[in-house]
């Protein structure tokens, strides 16, 4: 079976936009970087079930969100002053797109119109008080999705805040909880359980440790039950947090690091939903920004965005354990892996 992946990525060097690869499962390789649309730096997507993409991306300094059609031809941008986002999620039954703003500490939400394109519907920012860490010098948005129950979750690295929102018909925010971690955990990415749908997991991006949180549908608040590093007990050098994924069945999760430059895969144990770390893999790159599982969930393919490459992995379902099967492969300024 032949996949293709689309890669987002900086254009800080070498690279020129948004490209697609071929992952082919029988003979277990990827293959046929293509340039598909020119952009600046988009460093992240995210599809519609319409098959419309919706990237990170910066035009005339002015930072913001662009959208394309299921072909890759441009449909709009919408930008404004500052910074471009990090992080877009699409929100199917309100037909809207949601934003993190990492450098303004906002969270965007847009509104998806009748071709596809995108018109700005609400900004929040963030002003709480942030952490002791040196990355913590104001708010930092850096995650914007939702919740089993149609909530938007909020992942703040500056404010040490998980935040949790209603949503309108239209688009508005309205608070509803926080959630505070330990000071200095900044908080970067989380995955639901997709089974339990009430058990997340939270992965620090400052201290390199995965949370487990309870996550009550009445209240939309969190709990935390435990906390486990990503890192093994002897490494000693900088490391930041960076992509978290779970396996469809629930069973395993997966979290990335960069400077170690590993991938860190946890067992899931199904009666508490607490983890256990089994394995830690070399990404054989630098600073491995994404990953993402295949549509079967047989395999992994990781971003590394230092040293312009790809690495694929088969993934033992049984087990969770994964298993190099190529490297080197071109992937210019990678940081973002998916499926389409």
Do not use: W
Request: aromatic share 10%; with cysteine; proline share 3%.
């Amino acid at each position: 079976m032949k996949e293709q992946l689309i890669l987002g990525t900086y254009t800080r060097r070498v690279s020129e936009g948004i490209y697609t690869i071929e992952l082919d499962t029988e003979k277990e390789e990827i293959s046929g970087l293509k340039l598909v649309a020119k952009e600046n730096s988009p460093t992240y997507l995210a599809k519609s079930k319409a098959k419309n993409l919706y990237n990170v991306t910066s035009i005339d300094g002015l930072g913001g969100i662009g959208a394309y059609d299921k072909n890759f031809h441009f449909l709009n941008a919408v930008t404004e002053a500052g910074a471009p986002l990090c992080y877009v999620a699409v929100d199917e039954a309100r037909q809207l797109v949601y934003g993190a703003n990492y450098h303004k500490g906002e969270i965007n939400v847009y509104r998806i119109l009748e071709d596809g394109g995108l018109e700005a519907a609400d900004a929040v920012f963030h002003q709480e008080r942030t952490g002791p860490h040196k990355n913590q010098d104001h708010s930092h948005v850096h995650y914007t999705d939702l919740t089993p129950d149609n909530r938007l979750v909020v992942c703040d690295l500056g404010t040490d805040l998980v935040y949790t929102y209603d949503v309108s018909d239209e688009g508005k925010l309205s608070l509803v909880s926080k959630f505070a971690v330990e000071p200095g955990a900044g908080p970067r990415h989380l995955v639901f359980h997709p089974i339990n749908k009430t058990v997340a997991y939270l992965f620090g991006e400052l201290d390199s440790t995965l949370r487990v949180l309870l996550y009550n549908k009445e209240t939309g608040t969190f709990k935390e039950c435990q906390k486990i590093s990503t890192l093994p007990d002897t490494f000693q050098g900088e490391n930041g947090g960076a992509a978290i994924r779970i396996s469809k069945d629930g069973r395993f999760v997966y979290a990335s690091n960069r400077g170690h430059n590993s991938i860190a895969a946890f067992a899931v144990c199904q009666k508490e939903y607490t983890l256990n770390r089994i394995q830690l893999i070399a990404t054989q790159g630098d600073f491995p920004r994404d990953f993402a599982l295949n549509s079967d969930n047989h395999y992994v393919v990781c971003a590394n965005q230092n040293t312009d490459n790809l690495s694929l992995y088969y993934r033992h379902e049984d087990t969770g354990l994964l298993e190099l099967r190529q490297k080197d492969i071109y992937a210019p300024e990678c940081v973002c892996v998916y499926f389409n």
